[in-house]
């Protein structure tokens, strides 16, 4: 099955804290850029295998959606559920704030 992604606004802000923090606070531009693609290839995966990953059993994961499942990028968690065809992103958080 092949899924749709779509974004929540607040994954898309938390999109642009991440790469505007590399970008800006730690001068890093090549570095942003790098990390938003990795992170659009990692969300773009789920396109195709959003269904393999385990529905989570953490608190902190499970207010966005009764069946939100997370995958990992680099220090990163992104956080999402399946609805039929569609893959909803809900949050793209740092690892440490989960708590586990």
Request: one cysteine or more; hydrophobic letters at 45%.
């Amino acid at each position: 099955m092949t899924y749709t992604i779509q974004y929540k606004p607040q994954a898309l802000n938390d999109i642009e804290g991440v790469i505007d923090y590399i970008e800006k606070e730690l001068f890093a531009p090549l570095a942003a850029e790098r990390f938003a693609k990795g992170l659009f290839a990692t969300i773009d995966k789920l396109r195709m295998n959003a269904g393999i990953f385990a529905i989570s059993t953490l608190q902190d994961v499970l207010c966005y959606e009764s069946n939100a499942r997370t995958v990992g990028y680099k220090k990163f968690t992104i956080i999402y559920s399946v609805h039929g065809n569609k893959v909803i992103v809900h949050r793209i958080i740092h690892g440490s704030l989960i708590i586990k």
